[in-house]
């Protein structure tokens, strides 16, 4: 069942109606339930509340949504007995790490598969200090990474997860003061999939990718023995369109020349079957003229696209690497519906 709140009518309806409906299902095996901007757990009804709650301590509940909650209880995440899938996006909750002694109770410990946790670090975060081993099956990760604290509980899920995890997917989010240096994968003997997607917080004034990436990316293929698919997507927002053939989008072209280099040579060449390159660029609206021409995007696209592909020319010669440029005007922001 995947329930949304879109509007005070729908909040409406979830606190007159819903509650009977929740109430009454007996083997429910997914419930999401999302906002598609931030909303307060507490507007919704007791009623509401109760009736969720029935919903996540389900035994046949294998998959749990949520997204878009402040102050979402942390027992309607850890209840459900058989939950084998769980996704957090912009969740906030009231777990804290003042009591590390004190496990938290995990009803699914040993038997979640996979987690998918952006900007949600307020509940999983101490969870991983007081009850790592809940964590060991997981078998698919996909984890936001904003600060050093981040990057402590991804060091802790790829101990725990060591001999168990399949793909791991990492959003980056570099911003001013705070930039990644090391993630530090170890060996990881099941990792078959890994994706990087950098989404830097802020605005940027200049369209320039962060310098970290290229070396991020081969230190993966250094370490990975088994990895077959490779996924980059980089997403930058920034003010004005740049002028000129030439952006210097990529920065330093000799880490990605050794990139390229271990894309078609060595160990790493025979293990990839797949490696994705997808460059999404936005201009904010702001920044731009109303008449500003289509054919201004499509030309930065083209730019962009022959400079990515002259990063790799081995890789293009030997058809090793998809590549796909996307720039785009950013809409204007609408403000919050509820």
Not at 12 to 32: A, E, H, K, Y
Not at 42 to 55: D, F, I, R
Not at 266 to 284: E, F, H, M, W, Y
Request: proline residues 7%.
């Amino acid at each position: 069942m995947t329930p949304f709140i879109r509007s005070q009518h729908d909040l409406d309806t979830f606190n007159q109606i819903l509650p009977g409906i929740l109430r009454r299902l007996r083997s429910l095996t997914m419930f999401v339930l999302e906002s598609p901007s931030m909303f307060q757990w507490n507007k919704l009804s007791t009623e509401v509340h109760e009736a969720v709650k029935h919903c996540c301590s389900l035994p046949s509940l294998l998959r749990l949504d949520f997204q878009g909650f402040w102050d979402l209880p942390p027992p309607l995440i850890f209840s459900p007995p058989s939950l084998q899938k769980l996704s957090l996006l912009n969740i906030s909750g009231d777990l804290s790490v003042q009591r590390e002694e004190a496990p938290i109770p995990v009803a699914w410990a040993g038997r979640l598969k996979v987690l998918n946790s952006q900007n949600a670090a307020t509940l999983i975060a101490p969870c991983t200090l007081t009850s790592l081993s809940s964590f060991a099956a997981l078998e698919g990760l996909g984890l936001s990474v904003s600060n050093d604290s981040d990057v402590q509980t991804l060091r802790r899920f790829i101990t725990v997860c060591r001999d168990t995890l399949q793909f791991l997917n990492v959003l980056l989010i570099p911003h001013t003061g705070w930039a990644l240096d090391d993630v530090d994968l170890s060996y990881l003997p099941q990792l078959t999939r890994f994706g990087l997607f950098v989404c830097p917080g802020e605005q940027q004034p200049t369209l320039q990718c962060p310098g970290f990436i290229p070396t991020l990316i081969n230190d993966c293929l250094r370490t990975q023995g088994n990895l077959q698919m490779l996924s980059l997507f980089i997403t930058f927002r920034t003010s004005s369109l740049p002028s000129g053939e030439s952006t210097g989008f990529l920065g330093n072209q000799e880490s990605w020349g050794r990139l390229d280099e271990h894309l078609t040579s060595g160990a790493a060449s025979r293990r990839l079957q797949t490696v994705n390159l997808v460059i999404v660029v936005t201009i904010d609206g702001d920044g731009l003229d109303a008449e500003d021409p289509e054919d201004r995007f499509e030309d930065l696209e083209t730019h962009l696209m022959n400079e990515v592909r002259s990063s790799f020319p081995r890789s293009v010669e030997k058809d090793r690497i998809t590549i796909e440029i996307d720039v785009r005007r950013h809409p204007r922001a609408q403000g919050s519906i509820v």
